[in-house]
């Protein structure tokens, strides 16, 4: 597959954007116009720069408003062409889009502008240039690729061909599969976006929302089939307006970018959607399944680890061992597996340093893990090793989200060693059902903004999550967007928090506290009342929820009086689907914001988002007076 991805996806000066592309892989840029004339070099030069990158100019773009244009207009379009073709022979680059006309003086006319096109085709021939034409979704009248490709069939011209774009295509729900009867050599680059699906009129959908394929709801893998099933072998070229990333890190664009792609050709391979050309690189591991939790690590020091040790024993866990050669300790409950980790030296330190005691690594059970850190490097994710003593385990992890590790933990006799080989354990160690919790039900982890999208191609490519519609959560300071991201059977929910105001929880929780990362664990217990019972005896106190709150359920809810006056009394929150009904109840905050929550399921498929509002409110009122700490 050739990649190529347009400088007005990315943000920063034309020189960052090419550092960025290069180095995620890609081999070919999309030169926007913009980018090229407010730098402040010749196109000679930045046609040097592009070449000494590693990479080719694949298209110079956009050239606005040509075709069907009465006198004058259309004279000096043509005029305009000219001195393009002069710069494009210049930066080293034979291809130009041309968009379909938006122009209040644009005539219309199907074969006018065919005779427009061959006629600049003739003067592009004489550059040994060629030109593409695309049809913007909210073009003047040509608005439709099939449109456009009917002009181009009619220009007739060798130097003419048809630019096809997903976002137009999709946009307007136009059925891709029209895609299918365009000769492959008439295509001469495709461009692909995605996008969330919006009622919004179309140029500012385009302009402000395109995101990488398979990070919106448009059908991008039926359009990308249609454009293989014509034989097409030219550049998929990412053209993303977003502004997200006009303001993100373009390194991390980038690499977004060439994992969006490569996720989706592997995608069509494996449905035996795409053509497999003899010079593609062997297919990526399938999707390994994943197959929930396996433990929880937490870097810390001495100090806070009495604290954190404390909590953790309050709520059920028992002491069960402690590591071989590191300092780490083990607590256990039910098939939760919690380390602590005071070394002072690895990555865990290095966790600790630079984020305060926070969850430094999951470990994720794989059904393969060799296969999934295969899959993941080919998706260009950095893996990581670091030193293990003599006979202990090597786990393969990934870097995750705020530079978190995610060990890929094996299934079966490897699984089932990984604490008696690494740890000294006391005897009884592995069965003890503590307070009743069993499990990891979610875990949240908190991003920025901006990153949101990047972190669930990631987890969606990688461990074939599946993306949930994203929510907006309101928090007192903020709107919160939450993406929920599960595995088939619901054994991984990974959720991920963002907000765009510095007034949020989870904007504090990134700007002033720990950085991006995890910050509330929810534990499944089969007994909310139970758990919670044993919770209170040992002293725990557990997040108050107002009283309007409990009298709203009582109106919502048909539920029984002793049971509405024990969530009452607990600060238990309620939720209810077509499935089963959900109970939940949140711990005070550690320093730094992290917090455990507790949920009981029954049957129930959600995350309580109705309930997420009482409880940010509440820590939000709560903060000053001590008991969530942020
Ligand atoms: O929004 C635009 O103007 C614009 C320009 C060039 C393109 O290729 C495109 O898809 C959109
Ligand atoms: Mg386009």
Not at 399 to 409: A, E, F, K, Q
Request: net charge negative; aromatic share 8%.
């Amino acid at each position: 597959m050739k990649t190529s991805i347009a400088t007005v996806s990315l943000s920063g000066d034309l020189s960052e954007k090419l550092a960025a592309i290069s180095q995620a892989g890609f081999g070919a840029v999309e030169i926007f116009e913009n980018d090229f004339l407010a730098f402040d070099q010749g196109p000679r030069e930045v046609g040097r720069m592009v070449r000494d990158a590693g990479l080719k100019i694949s298209l110079f773009q956009p050239f606005r408003d040509f075709e069907g244009l009465p006198e004058p207009q259309r004279g000096r379009a043509f005029e305009r062409a000219r001195r393009k073709f002069e710069t494009m022979n210049e930066l080293g680059t034979d291809l130009i889009l041309i968009c379909s006309n938006v122009s209040p003086l644009a005539q219309g006319g199907i074969d006018r502008a065919a005779e427009d096109l061959r006629a600049l085709g003739d003067i592009a021939r004489e550059h040994g240039v060629r030109i593409g034409y695309e049809a913007l979704a909210w073009g003047r009248f040509v608005n439709d690729h099939r449109d456009a490709w009917e002009i181009v069939r009619r220009a007739d011209h060798n130097e003419v061909g048809l630019i096809l774009d997903s976002f137009h295509t999709l946009s307007r729900g136009i059925d891709p599969a029209s895609i299918r009867s365009i000769p492959r050599d008439k295509i001469f680059i495709v461009q692909m976006a995605d996008a969330p699906k919006l009622d919004l009129d179309l140029l500012s959908w385009s302009r402000h929302y395109r995101n990488m394929p398979g990070q919106g709801e448009l059908p991008v893998a039926d359009f990308m089939a249609a454009v293989e099933a014509t034989g097409y072998d030219g550049y998929y070229s990412l053209e993303i307006f977003n502004d997200q990333f006009r303001a993100g890190s373009a390194r991390q664009t980038a690499v977004d970018g060439r994992r969006s792609l490569i996720y989706m050709m592997d995608r069509l391979k494996a449905e035996g959607r795409a053509v497999k050309g003899p010079s593609e690189p062997n297919p990526l591991p399938p999707p390994a399944r994943t197959r929930g939790v396996s433990f929880i690590e937490f870097a810390t020091d001495n100090a806070s680890a009495v604290a954190l040790s404390q909590l953790l024993t309050t709520i059920g866990f028992r002491h069960a061992g402690r590591h071989r050669s590191k300092d780490v300790e083990l607590f256990v409950q039910g098939d939760l597996r919690v380390a602590v980790n005071t070394d002072t030296e690895g990555f865990a330190h290095s966790s600790y340093i630079v984020h305060g005691t926070n969850v430094a690594a999951l470990g994720l059970r794989m059904e393969d893990a060799d296969a999934t850190l295969r899959r993941a490097e080919g998706l260009i994710a950095t893996s990581f090793r670091q030193p293990v003593g003599p006979g202990e385990l090597e786990l393969p992890a990934l870097r995750g989200l705020g530079g978190s590790l995610l060990y890929l933990v094996p299934q079966g006799d490897a699984l089932g060693r990984q604490w008696e080989v690494d740890f000294d354990l006391e005897p009884g160690w592995d069965a003890h059902p503590g307070a009743g919790l069993e499990m990891v039900d979610h875990i949240a982890q908190t991003a920025r903004y901006e990153d949101i999208l990047s972190w669930t191609l990631f987890y969606r490519s990688i461990f074939d999550l599946r993306p949930l519609p994203p929510l907006e959560v309101p928090d007192p300071g903020g709107l919160v967007l939450s993406q929920v991201l599960e595995n088939e059977d619901a054994s991984l929910r990974i959720v991920l928090n963002g907000s765009q105001s510095n007034r949020t929880q989870s904007s504090r929780f990134v700007s002033q506290f720990v950085g991006p990362g995890v910050q509330h664990v929810a534990f499944r217990t089969a007994d909310i009342f139970r758990t919670v019972g044993a919770l209170r005896a040992n002293g725990v106190s557990l997040l108050p929820i107002p009283r309007n709150y409990h009298d709203d359920l009582d109106a919502k809810f048909d539920l029984e009086p002793q049971v509405l006056d024990a969530m009452r009394e607990n600060g238990i929150l309620y939720d209810r689907d077509e499935a089963g009904e959900y109970f939940q109840v949140y711990l005070g905050a550690l320093e730094g914001g992290f917090f455990i929550e507790i949920v009981e399921r029954r049957g129930y498929r959600g995350l309580g988002a109705a309930n997420a509002p009482i409880r940010l409110a509440t820590q939000a009122r709560l903060k000053p007076a001590g008991l969530p700490a942020i």
